[in-house]
């Protein structure tokens, strides 16, 4: 079947039909951590400074990133589908154990676990869509993805208002998404498929270490993964400490903060990931690089964005300059997995997205720490936000040197 055919372009875009709202909970079970962070330390005692909150919201973040390429690995040599599909599943689950925690301790722990089972989900969804849209098509599916966790991060938003609610609360927020996401694993594991691919002789033999030796060796996946690292510092600040940010310098309720912070933020992102695709996949009509260049412009918005959210003076400008960042993310992030796929073969690419996760999650980590860490000595925000502007130049300059091969 061709993959130009009717029949094959349906599959391919119910893939990411199915997948989509998968994508919705993945990160909507993330943001609400940081939207309802007020009501959460209010209700366990033990949480007594930014520093230990920091903590928890790094806690997934190292696992997650630990466990990524291996994930990935899982995904490429045995069935995307069922990765997936137990992934959904299984975080689902741990999401509603995170609604019945007690402690610090035990908040730590859930979050550890939803790393675990969360890890194999993006590398195996993003993987199983390259496989299914071949170049013509590839950015816009990948950004259509990308919308459902934007989605998720929006609905994550109003979950300060959810925790405000005296009828419902924090504790029913994590139970309920959970147990949608419980529900959901099965008719997806029904109806995904993975795609029918040429046997490789080559591929059982493709053990771990020779699977990293053949991404290590390769110059572009190395320039690849440190402009996929560099940015997300920001990014995750950003998603996770904003809604504090502005509750405490604009004086604003908690719903309020996490409402602003998320919202513009993320419809921005929507945007920016479908003109972003649009844009890449016509632009690779003319050259192997389109989606470099699409991607570089993203980066370019993050300069002034990142430089205001510094000091923004005011909600309105806050607003404006979270808008920004949010369309310069939404064209990164919907071409990083094709460009990817432009440098390795189809056999590494959930490893490789794996790989890349565990360097750039591990640095998030790093980084929402160290974010707590620095605002609690009383670090200025136009300091730190000011060496966030400096990474994304050097990212800029980072990307425009990958140069995948002329037929990729």
Aim: hydrophobic share 50%; proline share 5%.
């Amino acid at each position: 079947m061709s993959v130009t055919s009717p029949s094959a372009l349906r599959t391919a875009w119910l893939v990411v039909a199915l997948l989509w709202p998968v994508a919705l909970l993945n990160y909507l079970d993330r943001q609400m951590l940081a939207t309802m962070k007020t009501s959460m330390v209010g209700d366990l005692k033990d949480i007594t400074s930014d520093a230990q909150w920091g903590f928890i919201l790094a806690s997934f973040k190292w696992v997650y990133a630990a466990l990524s390429p291996i994930g990935g690995y899982i995904a490429d040599r045995f069935s995307r589908r069922h990765v997936i599909a137990l992934s959904l599943f299984t975080w689902s689950t741990v999401t509603w154990l995170t609604g019945h925690v007690t402690t610090y301790n035990e908040l730590v722990a859930s979050r550890a676990l939803m790393g675990i089972s969360e890890a194999f989900y993006i590398p195996a969804a993003l993987a199983l869509i390259a496989d299914f849209h071949t170049g013509p098509t590839r950015s816009r599916a990948v950004g259509l993805h990308q919308t459902g966790i934007y989605i998720g991060l929006i609905l994550g938003g109003f979950a300060g208002h959810v925790a405000d609610s005296p009828n419902h609360g924090w504790r029913w927020a994590f139970s309920a998404a959970g147990l949608v996401g419980v529900v959901y694993a099965f008719p997806l594991f029904w109806l995904l498929r993975n795609p029918a691919r040429p046997a490789d002789p080559a591929a059982p033999s493709l053990t771990p270490t020779r699977a990293a030796g053949e991404l290590f060796s390769n110059r572009n996946y190395l320039l690849l993964v440190a402009y996929f690292t560099l940015p997300a510092i920001a990014g995750w600040v950003i998603k996770d400490w904003m809604p504090v940010i502005l509750k405490e310098q604009f004086k604003l309720s908690q719903g309020e903060a996490g409402v602003i912070a998320v919202l513009y933020v993320q419809i921005a992102t929507i945007g920016g990931a479908l003109l972003g695709g649009w844009l890449a996949d016509i632009w690779m009509r003319h050259s192997e690089r389109g989606r470099i260049y699409v991607s570089a412009i993203g980066m370019t918005l993050f300069l002034p964005a990142l430089f205001g959210l510094g000091n923004p003076g005011t909600v309105f400008f806050a607003i404006v300059f979270l808008i920004l960042f949010g369309i310069g993310w939404g064209f990164f992030d919907c071409n990083n997995m094709p460009i990817l796929s432009q440098i390795v073969r189809p056999e590494l690419r959930a490893t490789g997205y794996g790989i890349m996760n565990l360097v750039s999650i591990s640095c998030g980590g790093f980084g929402d720490w160290g974010f707590g860490v620095l605002k609690s000595q009383n670090v200025p925000l136009t300091m730190i936000f000011g060496c966030f502007t400096g990474v994304a130049l050097l990212s800029l300059m980072i990307v425009l040197l990958i140069k995948p091969p002329s037929k990729a």
